[in-house]
């Protein structure tokens, strides 16, 4: 392997940007945006060329012995003795999934943080912001390149902090600071259940590591993945994905986060964060047995189709892309769950192209609409934005699965998976799930972009800047080509190992092999398409409402989760803790500390009054202690 | 006889004569930094020990047996070395306030350093003695440095008295040793020791060699001393006080106990532990009304004495066959260099032109420097024993060993040896969080004055930084030395 210290240069050098911006160069806007830039950047060119020296199938691993606890060597699952010792390694692994994840965070991870250079100019804590920026970047490639679960979840919680610090950036509005508890503490709940699961497996196989854990179960497939506790070590693995993936039903932290800068949301919402629990489920595959894929799947098609039928009727331009995420990631769990792992990091990263396209895109749009998000306030932006309307049309196509673009080719190999298992209730939802889709997307897409301007700051909106739009047009172009690019042979070859390698006509005609789901989802799509067209055309106002009644309420107050939540979960935990408040402050702290406390206090007092300072009282303590000494031993 | 085992020390006593002859020739103002000469001996002496082929990885012993070099011996060897590296940039900092003969201060420092290598190598009780009273005997005249000030005259009285006591006892035990056995040789005691296990005289000899030891690492009850002395020697002098002349204590303390008389270190077990819970509570409730920052330390240097002796509890009750507590005691000693040096660099910086060297002289501190008091809430917090830093896992250690130990036997005993020593944890969070309290959220506070740093003090704050933090991060490399050295005292 060439050039080892590249990918732990790609690593650190984000850290080191988000230290040197936090302790020297905070007072610089510009300076501090740079150098994350900078980093992030390098990590993007050091990265292709790492791959270009070595090829995506480099499958290694790099890693330093962090810390052993206990016996050199660690347990053998079938041994009969107890847990010996644990020992925890820093290390890296490199093979075409995590080299991918390195492409993806680090290519749109620094077309995003380009685009904030222009975005965030204004704010006078820039140099926060890309502080946040490149602590968050850091976390991310962490997880994607950790070799054991110890070091992915540290990694992971540091995620979790990171994006809390960007949700919550603009600390002044309570409403952020709220979205960043929410997202946080609901991130949490996932991750306790990820945390037994590590402790499971830990405790059952007694080994971390990625690599050893697949040649134990590859060593024992047969009785490991029929036993009990490996379902529920996949089940308690999975509620962390649940968690950072926003599944149901932990999905409500989602679009509450909205509430951060738009870079963020495109960063942590579209080509990251939500990324981190897919990517996770597919690092770990292996370990999870029939019955555990089982309830990921149904999980992952609840979740798409929920989130769908929610995005129909929000109102808000980022919320509307924040639920069309949730829904998208449903889809990629439901994939996992039925086995296609490769269809689900496809659409992973077509995902990541045109959702961050469609985000920064919306990012263009609320600037030139000084800071208005709702919907029904804009129209008719085609002509003054047109550089955004352009790109913000090829989003949207692939987001629909319309052909060529690359939302259409790896939805179509999830529709294709699911014919593969024969999971004909799971394609329905499917299938569905893109009509709703391509009909919220362009509901959106019309109402903004045509009809009248429904206010003052859409006759008056502009086009954004070039730091803006370039990066746009990137993703742009990547959105509409990603398809046939290849991704899906780096991932084919990682996942099946006799995976043959298409060319790039091959890739281009792959969902004609199989025919109907191709043709059923093109068909939704296009009917979703049409339905958005002849009922948002021209409107002023929202005319489902009206028809779909009591449906709709519900769908725009996103079926009252978060207030069934709140009811339940909230005013539950509220008691307990108003309980376990009342026991500390009167019973442990009134009663039980102060006893102690003031014994211990006491005590002190009282043996400071040996302490006299007179030579002879010391010498004499002296000889008093040898004899209490010599009595000890010798006296009995 | 291989006299190439005494590299170092040579080059240290050549260095110690060096320096005192250099006071002939340096003008006055520029004798300050004849430390820096030392420094940089002393450094290449440090890296010498490290890459030097055939100079310090041959092992062997000298002078009859009397003179041992083993890996417990090198380890010792390094860590004396590098106290002295960090207290010799502390006494630069200081020379200001030492009146007259700042070389000879220097000087006295680089021969209690020479004691202490002696001490690390010592293999029977004619050099123990001799080393151990190198050291004592140089500090004397440390800790009275301080001509002008009364405080620093009473303490070093005070330690002359009590130290002549305590080696009065020593010397008593060695002769009642010597006349039992006829041996003085560690290791040919350790083969006759087991017909003597009845012999009372003979048990009486080892104790008072412990008393003598005792009094070195001030564990109860012996530690009578120590906040007086802390309190008046100029902090310097009670830096190396509290790290190198306690680790000197604790290295013949393992080479006593576990290779000389490993008998009976094993059936005084119970003594041990009662001495080690006891040291930790006695040091942490004096420290709690204390208000002078280096009384403050001097009780802190008693628990901590208390919180090493978990360690060898854990050798003793082992029998030889588990080495893990002594590479703890290792790894907490190295630890506990980093952050008391840290610790009293800023007592020293800042309690320069203030008479008194109370916590309330902290106030403002985040104000007049960050760096000294980023420095000092570091310090207390590896010092409490608090993750991700140097005591944690040193305390983490310890503590395995012991509970490893009672799991083993099962015997209570250990486990609540355990427990005292996590109260005792509890208890000094509070007074070592009401100095970081001192510092940030003292609401009067009389100067705010910034503090000037030189480069020499900025370095040395740094590289004890950089230990505090590498020791908690990246434990493996320092595991593995002790573990080796700790080796030594397996069967």
Same mark, same amino acid.
């Given at each position: 392997? $060439?050039?080892?210290?590249?990918?732990?240069?790609?690593? /650190?050098?984000?850290?080191?940007?988000?230290?040197?911006?936090?302790?020297?160069?905070?007072?610089?806007?510009?300076?501090?945006?740079?150098?994350?830039?900078?980093?992030?950047?390098?990590?993007?060119?050091?990265?292709?060329? @790492?791959?270009?020296?070595?090829?995506?199938?480099?499958?290694?691993?790099?890693?330093?012995?962090? %810390?052993?606890?206990?016996?050199?060597?660690? $347990?053998?699952?079938?041994?009969?003795?107890?847990?010996?010792?644990?020992?925890?390694?820093?290390?890296?692994?490199?093979?075409?999934?995590?080299?991918?994840?390195?492409?993806?965070?680090?290519?749109?991870?620094?077309?995003?943080?380009?685009?904030?250079?222009? !975005?965030?100019?204004?704010?006078?804590?820039?140099?926060?912001?890309?502080?946040?920026?490149?602590? /968050?970047?850091?976390?991310?490639?962490?997880?994607?390149?950790?070799?054991? @679960?110890?070091?992915?979840?540290?990694?992971?919680?540091?995620?979790?902090?990171?994006?809390?610090?960007?949700?919550?950036?603009?600390?002044?509005?309570?409403?952020?600071?709220?979205?960043?508890?929410?997202?946080?503490?609901?991130?949490?709940?996932?991750?306790?259940?990820?945390?037994?699961?590590?402790?499971?497996?830990?405790?059952?196989?007694?080994?971390?590591?990625?690599?050893?854990?697949?040649?134990?179960?590859?060593?024992?497939?047969?009785?490991?993945?029929?036993?009990?506790?490996?379902?529920?070590?996949?089940?308690?693995?999975?509620?962390?994905?649940?968690?950072?993936?926003?599944?149901?039903?932990?999905?409500?932290?989602?679009?509450?986060?909205?509430?951060?800068?738009?870079?963020?949301?495109?960063?942590?919402?579209?080509?990251?964060?939500?990324?981190?629990?897919? !990517?996770?489920?597919?690092?770990?595959?292996?370990?999870?047995?029939?019955?555990?894929?089982?309830?990921?799947?149904?999980?992952?098609? /609840?979740?798409?189709?929920?989130?769908?039928?929610?995005?129909?009727?929000?109102?808000?331009?980022?919320?509307?892309?924040? !639920?069309?995420?949730?829904?998208?990631?449903? !889809?990629?769990?439901?994939?996992?769950?039925?086995?296609?792992? #490769?269809?689900?990091?496809?659409?992973?990263?077509?995902?990541?192209?045109?959702?961050?396209?469609?985000?920064?895109?919306?990012?263009?749009?609320?600037?030139?609409?000084?800071?208005?998000?709702?919907?029904?306030?804009?129209?008719?932006?085609?002509?003054?934005?047109?550089?955004?309307?352009?790109?913000? %049309?090829?989003?949207?196509?692939?987001?629909?699965?319309?052909?060529?673009?690359?939302?259409?080719?790896?939805?179509?190999?999830?529709?294709?998976?699911?014919?593969?298992?024969?999971?004909?209730?799971?394609?329905?939802?499917?299938?569905?799930?893109?009509?709703?889709?391509?009909?919220?997307?362009?509901?959106?897409?019309?109402?903004?972009?045509?009809?009248?301007?429904?206010?003052?700051?859409?006759?008056?909106?502009?086009?954004?800047?070039?730091?803006? #739009?370039?990066?746009?047009?990137?993703?742009?172009?990547?959105?509409?080509?990603?398809? /046939?690019?290849?991704?899906?042979?780096?991932?084919?070859?990682?996942?099946?190992?006799?995976?043959?390698?298409?060319?790039?006509?091959?890739?281009?005609?792959?969902?004609?092999?199989?025919?109907?789901?191709?043709?059923?989802?093109?068909?939704?799509?296009?009917?979703?398409?049409?339905?958005?067209?002849?009922?948002?055309?021209?409107?002023?106002?929202?005319?489902?409402?009206?028809?779909?009644?009591?449906?709709?309420?519900?769908?725009?107050?996103?079926?009252?989760?978060?207030?069934?939540?709140?009811?339940? +979960?909230?005013?539950?935990?509220?008691?307990?803790?108003?309980?376990?408040?009342?026991?500390?402050?009167?019973?442990?702290?009134?009663?039980?500390?102060?006893?102690?406390?003031?014994?211990?206090?006491?005590?002190?007092?009282?043996?400071?009054?040996?302490?006299?300072?007179?030579?002879?009282?010391?010498? +004499?303590?002296?000889? %008093?202690?040898?004899? %209490?000494?010599?009595?000890?031993?010798?006296? $009995? | 006889?291989?006299?190439?085992?005494?590299?170092?020390?040579?080059?240290?006593?050549?260095?110690?004569?060096?320096?005192?002859?250099?006071?002939?020739?340096?003008?006055?103002?520029?004798?300050?930094?004849?430390?820096?000469?030392?420094?940089?001996?002393?450094?290449?002496?440090?890296?010498?020990?490290?890459?030097?082929?055939?100079?310090? *990885?041959?092992?062997?012993?000298?002078?009859?047996?009397?003179?041992?070099?083993?890996?417990?011996?090198?380890?010792?060897?390094?860590?004396?070395?590098?106290?002295?590296?960090?207290?010799?940039?502390? =006494?630069?900092?200081?020379?200001?306030?030492?009146?007259?003969?700042?070389?000879?201060?220097?000087?006295?420092?680089?021969?209690?350093?020479?004691?202490?290598?002696?001490?690390?190598?010592?293999?029977?009780?004619?050099?123990?003695?001799?080393?151990?009273?190198?050291?004592?005997?140089?500090?004397?005249?440390?800790? *009275?440095?301080?001509?002008?000030?009364?405080?620093?005259?009473?303490?070093?009285?005070?330690?002359?008295?009590?130290?002549?006591?305590? *080696?009065?006892?020593?010397?008593?035990?060695? =002769?009642?040793?010597?006349?039992?056995?006829?041996?003085?040789?560690?290791?040919?005691?350790?083969?006759?020791?087991?017909?003597?296990?009845?012999?009372?005289?003979?048990?009486?000899?080892?104790?008072?060699?412990?008393?003598?030891?005792?009094?070195?690492?001030?564990?109860?009850?012996?530690?009578?001393?120590?906040?007086?002395?802390?309190?008046?020697?100029?902090?310097?002098?009670?830096?190396?006080?509290?790290?190198?002349?306690?680790?000197?204590?604790?290295?013949?303390?393992?080479?006593?106990?576990?290779?000389?008389?490993?008998?009976?270190?094993?059936?005084?077990?119970?003594?041990?532990?009662?001495?080690?819970?006891?040291?930790?509570?006695?040091?942490?409730?004096?420290?709690?009304?204390?208000?002078?920052?280096?009384?403050?330390?001097?009780?802190?240097?008693?628990?901590?004495?208390?919180?090493?002796?978990?360690?060898?509890?854990?050798?003793?009750?082992?029998?030889?066959?588990?080495?893990?507590?002594?590479?703890?005691?290792?790894?907490?000693?190295?630890?506990?260099?980093?952050?008391?040096?840290?610790?009293?660099?800023?007592?020293?910086?800042?309690?320069?032109?203030?008479?008194?060297?109370?916590?309330?002289? &902290? =106030?403002?501190?985040?104000?007049?420097?960050?760096?000294?008091?980023?420095?000092?809430?570091?310090?207390?917090?590896?010092?409490?024993?608090?993750?991700?830093?140097?005591?944690?896992?040193?305390?983490?250690?310890?503590?395995?060993?012991?509970?490893?130990?009672?799991?083993?036997?099962?015997?209570?005993?250990?486990?609540?040896?355990?427990?005292?020593?996590?109260?005792?944890?509890?208890?000094?969070?509070?007074?070592?969080?009401?100095?970081?309290?001192?510092?940030?959220?003292?609401?009067?506070?009389?100067?705010?004055?910034?503090?000037? &740093?030189?480069?020499?003090?900025?370095? *040395?704050?740094?590289?004890?930084?950089?230990?505090?933090?590498?020791?908690?991060?990246?434990?493996?490399?320092?595991?593995?030395?002790?573990?080796?050295?700790?080796?030594?005292?397996?069967?």
């Amino acid at each position: 392997m $060439k050039h080892e210290l590249f990918p732990w240069l790609i690593l /650190f050098l984000p850290l080191l940007s988000a230290t040197v911006i936090a302790l020297f160069t905070l007072r610089s806007k510009t300076i501090s945006s740079l150098i994350s830039i900078g980093a992030v950047v390098a990590g993007f060119v050091l990265t292709v060329l @790492f791959i270009s020296a070595n090829g995506f199938h480099v499958n290694a691993e790099t890693s330093k012995n962090w %810390l052993s606890i206990g016996a050199e060597t660690s $347990k053998n699952w079938s041994s009969t003795d107890g847990i010996t010792g644990l020992q925890v390694d820093f290390g890296l692994k490199l093979d075409a999934l995590s080299l991918m994840m390195l492409l993806i965070v680090t290519g749109v991870g620094g077309l995003i943080h380009i685009y904030s250079y222009a !975005y965030m100019d204004e704010d006078d804590s820039k140099a926060r912001f890309f502080a946040f920026l490149s602590l /968050f970047t850091f976390s991310m490639l962490g997880i994607v390149l950790s070799n054991n @679960f110890l070091q992915m979840f540290i990694f992971w919680e540091l995620v979790g902090v990171s994006s809390y610090l960007l949700i919550g950036f603009w600390y002044g509005k309570p409403s952020a600071g709220d979205a960043a508890k929410k997202a946080f503490i609901t991130n949490r709940l996932g991750d306790f259940g990820f945390l037994l699961g590590i402790l499971t497996i830990w405790g059952v196989l007694g080994s971390l590591n990625f690599g050893e854990l697949q040649s134990i179960f590859a060593a024992h497939s047969a009785t490991l993945l029929s036993a009990g506790v490996i379902t529920i070590a996949g089940l308690l693995i999975f509620c962390g994905a649940v968690g950072k993936s926003a599944q149901f039903p932990l999905h409500v932290w989602l679009a509450d986060a909205m509430e951060g800068p738009t870079p963020v949301s495109a960063l942590i919402h579209a080509a990251t964060m939500v990324a981190a629990g897919v !990517y996770m489920l597919c690092r770990v595959f292996f370990l999870l047995n029939a019955d555990a894929l089982h309830v990921i799947a149904y999980i992952g098609g /609840f979740t798409a189709l929920l989130a769908a039928l929610i995005a129909v009727q929000q109102n808000d331009i980022k919320r509307i892309i924040a !639920y069309s995420t949730l829904s998208q990631l449903g !889809y990629m769990v439901m994939a996992v769950g039925l086995n296609g792992q #490769t269809a689900a990091m496809f659409h992973l990263t077509t995902h990541a192209f045109f959702k961050a396209l469609l985000f920064l895109a919306a990012g263009s749009v609320i600037l030139g609409m000084h800071h208005e998000q709702d919907i029904w306030h804009m129209g008719n932006l085609r002509k003054k934005m047109p550089i955004t309307f352009i790109t913000f %049309l090829i989003g949207a196509l692939a987001l629909s699965g319309i052909p060529p673009f690359s939302g259409f080719y790896s939805k179509d190999s999830i529709f294709a998976q699911c014919l593969e298992q024969k999971n004909y209730l799971l394609f329905g939802v499917a299938a569905l799930v893109a009509g709703l889709t391509a009909f919220y997307t362009f509901r959106l897409f019309f109402v903004v972009f045509f009809g009248k301007e429904k206010s003052d700051h859409a006759k008056h909106a502009h086009e954004s800047s070039l730091v803006i #739009t370039v990066p746009l047009v990137v993703l742009a172009v990547f959105a509409a080509i990603g398809g /046939f690019i290849g991704v899906v042979n780096y991932y084919g070859s990682q996942f099946t190992p006799d995976h043959e390698t298409l060319t790039f006509v091959q890739q281009l005609m792959e969902p004609l092999k199989t025919p109907v789901p191709m043709c059923i989802g093109i068909a939704v799509a296009l009917i979703g398409i049409f339905l958005a067209f002849s009922i948002y055309k021209n409107a002023d106002t929202d005319p489902l409402p009206a028809k779909l009644g009591v449906l709709s309420t519900a769908m725009k107050n996103r079926f009252y989760f978060d207030e069934i939540y709140e009811a339940t +979960f909230i005013r539950a935990h509220d008691t307990i803790a108003a309980i376990c408040g009342a026991i500390d402050r009167f019973l442990l702290e009134g009663f039980i500390i102060g006893i102690i406390r003031g014994g211990t206090d006491l005590s002190g007092r009282g043996l400071r009054l040996l302490q006299t300072g007179n030579l002879q009282t010391y010498a +004499f303590l002296f000889v %008093l202690g040898v004899a %209490l000494v010599l009595y000890f031993v010798l006296g $009995k | 006889m291989n006299s190439s085992f005494l590299t170092l020390e040579f080059c240290v006593i050549a260095l110690g004569i060096v320096l005192m002859l250099a006071d002939f020739f340096v003008l006055p103002e520029r004798k300050k930094y004849l430390a820096y000469l030392g420094i940089a001996v002393l450094t290449g002496l440090l890296a010498i020990s490290f890459t030097g082929d055939g100079i310090c *990885s041959v092992f062997g012993t000298a002078f009859h047996g009397s003179f041992i070099e083993d890996p417990l011996a090198l380890f010792f060897k390094r860590f004396f070395i590098a106290a002295a590296i960090l207290v010799l940039f502390l =006494a630069a900092e200081f020379s200001d306030r030492i009146i007259a003969g700042i070389s000879e201060y220097y000087s006295l420092i680089v021969f209690a350093l020479a004691g202490m290598l002696f001490a690390a190598s010592a293999d029977d009780f004619a050099m123990l003695f001799v080393s151990i009273e190198l050291i004592t005997i140089t500090f004397y005249v440390l800790v *009275s440095f301080q001509k002008n000030r009364l405080v620093s005259l009473e303490a070093a009285i005070k330690y002359l008295i009590l130290g002549a006591l305590s *080696s009065a006892f020593m010397v008593f035990g060695i =002769a009642l040793i010597w006349g039992t056995t006829g041996k003085l040789n560690f290791g040919e005691l350790a083969q006759v020791s087991s017909q003597f296990l009845d012999n009372k005289l003979f048990l009486t000899g080892v104790l008072f060699v412990l008393v003598g030891l005792g009094f070195k690492i001030a564990a109860f009850p012996f530690q009578i001393w120590a906040p007086d002395v802390y309190q008046g020697a100029p902090t310097p002098t009670t830096a190396f006080l509290a790290v190198g002349s306690k680790a000197a204590g604790f290295v013949l303390l393992l080479r006593v106990l576990f290779i000389a008389v490993p008998q009976v270190t094993q059936q005084w077990t119970c003594l041990l532990i009662t001495m080690s819970g006891i040291t930790i509570l006695y040091g942490n409730l004096c420290a709690l009304p204390q208000r002078n920052l280096k009384r403050l330390m001097g009780y802190s240097s008693i628990s901590h004495a208390g919180y090493l002796l978990l360690g060898i509890v854990a050798l003793a009750g082992s029998a030889g066959k588990s080495t893990d507590g002594g590479a703890a005691i290792l790894y907490y000693l190295a630890g506990y260099l980093f952050t008391v040096m840290a610790g009293f660099s800023v007592i020293a910086l800042v309690a320069r032109h203030l008479a008194d060297e109370d916590i309330s002289s &902290l =106030a403002g501190l985040n104000q007049r420097s960050p760096f000294l008091a980023a420095t000092m809430t570091i310090a207390m917090v590896s010092l409490a024993g608090i993750p991700p830093l140097a005591g944690f896992f040193g305390k983490f250690l310890l503590l395995k060993s012991v509970i490893a130990q009672g799991a083993l036997t099962g015997h209570h005993a250990y486990y609540w040896l355990a427990f005292v020593a996590l109260a005792g944890v509890v208890i000094s969070i509070y007074y070592y969080f009401g100095i970081v309290r001192a510092i940030y959220w003292s609401k009067e506070a009389a100067d705010l004055s910034p503090i000037q &740093l030189s480069g020499g003090a900025k370095f *040395s704050i740094a590289l004890s930084l950089a230990g505090i933090f590498w020791l908690g991060l990246f434990p493996n490399t320092m595991l593995n030395l002790a573990n080796e050295a700790a080796k030594v005292l397996g069967n």
